[in-house]
């Protein structure tokens, strides 16, 4: 496993951006993929966006943040970023780091948070209106 902690939450305007940073520690060459999830109050823990090493490095995104945040890697820094614009209230939610050893071919798995088996603490972000 490695160790994940967020960074970067905060309070902002509708309208504004965030970014979140993920450092990880530990065997990190082990979990070449890396994805943001987000939970809202009283809401399950919802895939966001993931970055992958292997394979295909494209990055993916759920439908409701497409062309709004960008997530980004530096291995250098064992550093991974989710970049917000244009926040809505309805980004409102705790912001989970995760990653997992597994390369993903097919979104039927990257957007399921069983498949990953490290996690950050979480970073509140909350979007006001």
């Known amino acids: 496993q490695v160790q994940l902690v967020e960074s970067g939450g905060g309070l902002v305007q509708a309208g504004g951006s965030l970014r979140l940073s993920c450092a990880a520690s530990?065997?990190?060459?082990?979990?070449?993929?890396m994805a943001w999830f987000r939970q809202a109050p009283g809401k399950d823990r919802l895939f966001v966006a993931v970055?992958?090493?292997?394979?295909?490095?494209?990055?993916r995104y759920a439908g409701s943040v497409k062309g709004r945040f960008t997530i980004s890697r530096d291995n250098a820094k064992n550093t991974v970023y989710l970049q917000m614009n244009s926040l809505e209230p309805e980004d409102t939610a705790i912001y989970y780091c995760?990653?997992?050893?597994?390369?993903?071919?097919?979104?039927?798995?990257?957007?399921?948070?069983?498949?990953?088996?490290?996690w950050g603490q979480g970073t509140q972000v909350t979007v006001s209106s």
């Open positions: 530990g065997r990190t060459s082990s979990r070449p993929t």
């Open positions: 995760a990653a997992t050893p597994w390369t993903f071919y097919t979104d039927t798995y990257y957007i399921r948070a069983d498949q990953y088996d490290s």
């Open positions: 970055i992958m090493n292997n394979g295909d490095t494209t990055p």
